[in-house]
């Protein structure tokens, strides 16, 4: 057995050869990189797939650091885009695993087309803007949706969900999971937010 097939050696027994052979081949893309984004990406990576599209806007904070796989003491804060610590952890665990990296919105030609060229997208956004623009995108381009979401609405309490989208299964807005008020104030312009 080679080199190759002992790392995967695991995976092989839960999904098979064929199944490995799959998965080093699929492209997935992922809106939202930190506390949920950062251990999907890790856990991709060993997984052995081909391709991640990394998109996230945002540089790493303080407030990061206890949730962010990936991050390390040492990583300057401003000056550390998640995306770029996120490949550092791809090249780490994976270097076979090829990376894209997109520091814009998920309302961008790039996220679009890393959208468009995946095989799965996932979303870990704390929001439910942007996880409403990635539902409808992935819908637009028939791609399966993967969402995952954490909350704490008040102190002691935790929440959240995962739900997937597409097979005709019906999108997050169609089963009632977004707060639709939340997304249109995160669609309004800063005009209409003025107004407000």
């Not at 003491?73 to 791809?90: I, M, Q, Y």
């Not at 076979?96 to 959208?115: G, Q």
Request: negative net charge.
């Amino acid at each position: 057995m080679s080199t190759t097939n002992e790392r995967y050696d695991r995976s092989q027994r839960l999904f098979g050869v064929a199944g490995q052979q799959k998965l080093s081949c699929t492209r997935v893309a992922i809106g939202g990189v930190s506390g949920l984004g950062s251990p999907m990406i890790q856990h991709l990576a060993l997984l052995g797939i081909a391709h991640v599209a990394m998109i996230e806007p945002q540089e790493l904070d303080n407030t990061n650091r206890n949730r962010f796989v990936g991050a390390k003491s040492t990583d300057p804060v401003p000056g550390s885009f998640k995306v770029d610590l996120a490949e550092r952890l791809v090249a780490e665990i994976n270097p076979h695993v090829e990376v894209t990296k997109i520091r814009a919105s998920i309302v961008s030609p790039e996220a679009f087309a890393a959208i468009k060229a995946a095989d799965w997208v996932i979303g870990a956004f704390d929001h439910d803007g942007p996880r409403y623009v990635l539902n409808e995108v992935a819908a637009a381009y028939g791609k399966p949706y993967i969402d995952l979401a954490s909350d704490v609405p008040e102190p002691g309490v935790y929440g959240g969900h995962v739900c997937v989208s597409g097979f005709g299964c019906g999108c997050l807005s169609c089963r009632g999971i977004l707060d639709m008020k939340a997304v249109q104030e995160w669609l309004a312009s800063p005009e209409d937010r003025a107004a407000r």
